[in-house]
């Protein structure tokens, strides 16, 4: 109790509120705002923010790069229909549970390397683990509702797909049924994080020595990630199957994880808003830029049918984009709007930081769910970019006024937005791409020289006490 | 009382330490000698982190061999690093936290080791410290719970020399607190004399001195050591 109530009074604490605020705001307001279509899509990006959340978790904590976690989402997916046709009594909630744990021995097993591996060795085990599941699901398929322990259909029978539950009928039900389970889970990670293992890991990513000569057991300390991301991940696999009660095998293949890994380093591995960022691009971005650049003729004709694979490039230009100029992914970039945020909560009240709190947790959720949807993306686009300038801006540029900063920031994104609406929606993308990127490249570019600047203060002090 | 008997340790061809046979009693003791002399392997044996070829480590008669790093630093054989470890990702008070947690300690311990080693401020992010404060942070970590043995590599590297003589009160003020063995390797001797009572030197692997300092610091094999010996004379 005493450890809950620490943690409680951490720094952490108003973080949880202001996540399961905004969260709860947009769960709210999106099936209002979307269609049939797009809920479906978003509803399986949420599924994956797990996923995510855990990739992120190994590589942030604990430096393990784990690129087969998207096979053992497979596994919990393949294990959760089995179990679904063996025990029809029981409620879907705890097979997704019981689903969840045998993905959790498993992932443990083939997670065993990583206690004696690391770095690059340790990456391609993961894969070779993650080729292996594509192989088998290939092979053997995922079960149907039929006989048998592979739940195949004999010869001459049809496949029998597994009763979906009755919130899944409909698409809001399911909507609400996944972010539901979704928070249960990213809430388990979260106490992980924030408590007595998340400080443990993080002393064994910094050294291992160091959280050694302070008593961490490194071993016990690995396996716990392990099992605890597994399990969220197995459920996220039976999740996953919900919907229509069955899966195909091309969903798990082994280059899939490499690009969730992808993913959760543009989104941010270091935070859970980032592996919300990382499963909104990871399945609802494709979708998304097929639909944009289906509009551009010119493309079509240079590309044909390939155009498809256009996402591939996109993640290559952020991933290279996060790796050279923002370590921490999009998430790192918005901290500054999370500190914002934080400080909103405090009492005596800011009021300028209150209404940015409005804005920021209330304003696109509503304008998304009250105007038509194509202005509010437009609106939603500016003010993220807006607040999004905001801390990089102010390191770039620290003699203006906090002001002058946020009217730049907002100037920036009505034109980003106005463009959008003018020009349509690739014309916006392109720019706000252009913007972040730019404003990145230059961040970098000034820490350079800033760190330049201290060497040549310092040489020129050891000259002078010489 | 630390006791070390014929400890040898082999990298490829090479003796880090060569039958090197040492008793520290409790209280402050220094381990010198020059680079390469072996000090730091010596402090990786007793910690646990390197296995000797051969030789005993016993303290008050129990095997330290038998354990492992984990189980030598849960048991209460503590040790700091020349590159402090504390975690930059976590807060002061985190930093401390972690330690307690492991090392069977309460959080309310916790805050009355930062009183002891004097931080304030905990909840600060460990980047923005100052490296004195890095260096508190990390001696604080190492004294939680039950310590018995304090084993110190280069504590006050990195400091200016005012801030690194603050350093040999404290060190001598939580050895007496908790009636520590402490082993002190360092290569600031003003440092080294300020606060320990016995010193032993080591080069190449094998100890070549061992007892106060005045007469360690006068006996002409260590001088030897540390200029070198002119062929003239």
Known sequence: ????????????????????????????????????????????????????????????????????????????????????????????????????????????????????????????????????????????????????????????????????????????????????????MLLLLWVFLTGRWGRAWAAIKQSEPGAVSIGIHVTSSKVTALAVVSFTTGVSGALLAVPTGSLVSQSFSAISSVILFAVVLIGGAFSLVGAVLAGLLFVALPPALEALVARIPVVLELLGPTFTNLIYVAFGIGLIQSLIASPRGIAGDLAGVGVRLRRAQRWPLDPSDAVFAFIVLVVPPLSLALLDLSLAVYVVAAIWISLWLVHPLRTLWPSRSPRGIALIGIAVGLLIGALGFLAGPWVCLLAALLVVVSVNFLRKRLARRLVKMDEELASEGIHAQL | MLNCKDVVVKF??????????????????????????????????????????????????????????????????????????????????????????????????????????????????????????????????????????????????????AESLMFAPLIERICEEFSLTVVLVDHDMDFVTRACSNIAVLDFGRLIAYGDCVSVLSDPAVEAAYLGVSNES
């Open chain 1, 1 to 184: 109790m005493k450890g809950l109530k620490v943690m409680w009074e951490s720094r952490a604490k108003s973080g949880l509120t202001i996540g399961l605020l905004a969260g709860g705001l947009w769960a709210l307001a999106i099936p209002m705002a979307v269609d049939d279509y797009w809920l479906r899509l978003l509803t399986t990006s949420v599924i994956y923010v797990v996923v995510a959340a855990g990739v992120g978790l190994l590589f942030s904590r604990l430096g393990i790069v784990s690129l087969n976690q998207i096979a053992l989402m497979g596994v919990g997916g393949w294990i959760f229909l089995r179990l679904s046709y063996w025990l029809d009594a029981v409620p879907s909630m705890l097979i997704m549970c019981l689903a969840g744990l045998a993905t959790m021995g498993i992932g443990v097993l083939i997670g065993l390397p990583s206690l004696r591996l690391s770095g690059l060795s340790l990456a391609v085990v993961t894969l070779m683990f993650a080729a292996f599941a594509e192989i088998v699901f290939t092979s053997i398929g995922f079960p149907t509702g039929n006989n048998g322990w592979r739940g195949e259909p004999a010869p001459g029978e049809t496949s029998v797909p597994i009763p979906s539950p009755a919130f899944a009928e409909s698409n809001t039900g399911l909507w609400f049924y996944v972010v539901i389970t979704t928070t249960v």
């Open chain 2, 12 to 161: 490829g061809g090479v003796r880090g330490l060569d039958g090197v046979s040492l008793t520290f009693e409790r209280g402050i003791s220094g381990l010198v000698g020059p680079n390469g002399a072996g000090k730091t392997t010596m402090l990786n044996v007793l910690s646990g982190f390197v296995s000797p070829s051969s030789g005993r480590v016993e303290f008050d008669g129990l095997d330290l061999l038998s354990m492992n790093p984990t189980g030598r630093a849960r048991w209460g054989l503590r040790r700091t690093f020349q590159q402090e470890q504390s975690v930059d990702s976590l807060t002061v008070w985190e930093n401390l936290l972690v330690a307690a947690e492991n090392l069977g300690s309460r959080p309310a311990d916790a805050r009355q080791i930062a009183d002891l080693v004097g931080l304030t401020e905990l909840d600060r992010p460990v980047p923005l410290l100052s490296m004195l404060e890095r260096r508190l942070l990390e001696l604080g970590r190492t004294i939680m719970g039950r310590p018995r043995i304090l084993l110190l590599d280069e504590p006050v590297a990195g400091l200016p020399e």
